[in-house]
C-alpha cells in the first residue's frame, strides 16, 4: 500500500508492501527512517524551522516545525520498535528560490540548519542527504527494505 504524507505530516509502516512517500519538498525537508531490524520505516515532512513563530500551531501540529516535529517523529520511532543505533536516516528538500539565497526568507537553508543543530545535539547520524538547490523533490522510501528514493524533475534516483 502506498502513503502519502502532507506537509506537515509523518507516517510509519512496517508492512513489507508499504510504501511511504512525500511529494512537493520545496524549501521543506523530507527525513527519511528505516530501523532494517524492525523493518520500521517512516518519512516527515517538516515546513518551518522554528515553532517560537507560531507557539499555538505547534502545539496544534508539532510536525509542522523542525525544531518540534523532529523529536516527537523519532520518539514515536523509538515507540514503534525502533532503535537510535540501527536507524538509517537520510533527508532531502531545504531548496531556497534562487533570488533568496539568505536572511529569514531563505527557509529551505534555516530549516537544514536547525536539523544539522538537532541532529548534532543528539547523536544521529545522516547516511545521505540531498539538501539546497532549487529544484523540488519526491522522497519515498519501502518498507520491505528501507530503499529511499529520490525523484527530482520527473528523474527518480536511489538516495
Not at 32 to 37: G, K, N, Q
Not at 48 to 73: C, E, Q, W, Y
Not at 77 to 87: E, F, N, P, T
Amino acid at each position: 500500500m502506498r502513503h502519502v504524507v502532507g506537509v506537515s505530516e509523518r507516517c510509519f509502516a512496517i508492512d513489507p508492501a508499504d510504501v511511504v512517500i512525500t511529494h512537493a519538498l520545496g524549501s521543506c525537508l523530507g527525513i527519511a527512517v528505516y530501523d532494517p531490524v524492525v523493518h520500521l520505516a517512516g518519512i516527515l515532512h517538516v515546513m518551518l524551522p522554528s515553532s517560537k513563530i507560531d507557539p499555538d500551531k505547534a502545539r496544534a501540529n508539532p510536525f509542522m516545525f523542525v525544531d518540534t516535529g523532529v523529536p516527537a517523529f523519532f520518539l514515536e520511532a523509538y515507540a514503534r520498535g525502533a532503535v537510535k543505533s540501527r536507524l538509517i536516516v537520510k533527508v532531502a528538500g531545504g531548496a531556497t528560490h534562487r533570488n533568496v539565497l539568505e536572511g529569514p526568507l531563505a527557509i529551505g537553508k534555516r530549516n537544514w540548519m536547525v536539523l544539522k543543530r538537532l541532529f548534532w545535539q543528539n547523536r544521529i547520524l545522516v547516511s545521505a542527504e540531498e539538501v539546497g538547490g532549487s529544484a523540488a523533490r519526491t522522497l519515498s522510501i519501502a518498507a520491505a527494505t528501507g530503499l529511499v528514493t529520490l525523484t527530482s524533475a520527473g528523474v527518480p534516483r536511489i538516495l
